[in-house]
């Protein structure tokens, strides 16, 4: 039996934590579950601290050619994510490593320091084709680890040297110690940055992304940011049925007068072992909408809570799926955010010290 879970019980909560549990990965042939052995004896109540383990890649750039997305390339500079949103759909990855998408996910992290290593290495490649690299796409870049590790401030460093085309998709605050940086690329049309809000209710926010800035202050780092010249989006993500969506409207036009200059949504997507993390949770947090959450997800999957399908899976089908498209949409035109960014610039790319001509060697 191969123990995931550091002998953290399975369904046992901790402060500041989103997941309610430690389940074993769907990889793993046995489970933990805890259960009341009916002695009254106290148990001593572990801390779920965070750990971080250094991973030295071979590469870093990540391909992808999903049609329902944006970007066919991206960077991942670390595996977990301390933020701990309960919704996030990139907890099943952390089975790849041999962890539970529960906990672990959010204490059990990898770090990747060769990063910025590796994409100047992967730029300079003759065969190397430009287009926009994604940061951000599975989990925060700018998670609270990143103020030790600095890999973003490294990686951004190598993409401005080399004229590199970047969007950034983050609610970390982070982000703000590299205005510098952001604003010169802004200047050179370089970059683009998502700010996700999920909800402007701080309490909710709290337990749904107990270690994210609060949504007040998110909304600040548009206006910073924007300030500076970095075009940003507000991201929707996700829409939240039953819980979030009676936002959608406020969301969007307090982000707009931010600074906001477009804008995106997903609906909510509970993969594989995400399903049961939120289900805990809302019995826990939402018992009373539980029933309601889930039944909008099924209205929206054939009868199921997820599918995978490209199309589907990021907006759902169906009268509520249409009803909430056609929402957003309005709100986003009456907010003024009903249009998308410029293009970045993908011409003015090249290696140091060979400026825009053919290297022989």
Not at 231 to 242: K, N
């Amino acid at each position: 039996m191969t123990d995931t879970s550091r002998n953290l019980p399975h369904n046992l909560h901790r402060p500041g934590r989103a997941a309610r549990s430690n389940a074993s990965n769907r990889f793993e042939p046995y489970h933990r579950e805890r259960l009341d052995d009916n002695w009254d004896i106290a148990e001593e109540r572990q801390v779920a601290r965070t750990t971080v383990q250094e991973e030295f890649a071979r590469t870093i750039l990540s391909r992808n050619t999903s049609p329902d997305v944006p970007f066919d390339r991206s960077i991942n500079p670390y595996r977990g994510c301390e933020h701990g949103c309960i919704y996030c759909f990139a907890r099943p990855t952390h089975a790849y490593l041999g962890y539970s998408p529960g906990l672990d996910f959010e204490t059990r992290l990898v770090a990747r320091p060769n990063a910025a290593d590796l994409l100047a290495k992967e730029l300079r490649n003759p065969r190397y084709r430009v287009a926009p690299i994604a940061l951000g796409t599975n989990t925060d870049p700018y998670q609270p680890i990143e103020k030790r590790y600095r890999l973003m401030r490294k990686l951004l460093a190598v993409l401005d040297d080399h004229d590199h085309p970047v969007t950034i998709t983050t609610k970390g605050s982070l982000i703000e110690r590299d205005i510098d940086v952001l604003s010169e690329l802004a200047r050179r049309n370089l970059v683009h940055v998502g700010i996700s809000i999920t909800s402007l209710d701080a309490r909710l926010s709290r337990t749904l992304e107990p270690r994210a800035p609060a949504p007040a202050k998110r909304l600040q780092m548009i206006e910073k940011l924007s300030k500076s010249g970095v075009p940003v989006r507000v991201m929707l993500a996700p829409v939240m049925p039953g819980l979030t969506d009676h936002e959608i409207e406020t969301i969007l036009a307090q982000s707009a007068r931010a600074g906001a200059r477009a804008a995106s949504w997903i609906m909510l997507r509970l993969p594989l072992e995400v399903e049961a993390l939120m289900q805990e949770w809302l019995n826990h947090h939402q018992p009373a909408k539980a029933h309601k959450v889930m039944a909008r997800l099924r209205e929206m999957h054939d009868g199921q809570t997820y599918r995978s399908d490209f199309g589907m899976r990021m907006r759902g089908q169906g009268p509520y799926a249409q009803m909430i498209a056609h929402r957003v949409a309005l709100a986003m035109k009456s907010s003024g955010l009903d249009h998308d960014l410029p293009n970045l610039d993908c011409n003015a790319f090249q290696v140091p010290g060979r400026g825009h001509q053919l290297s022989l060697f």
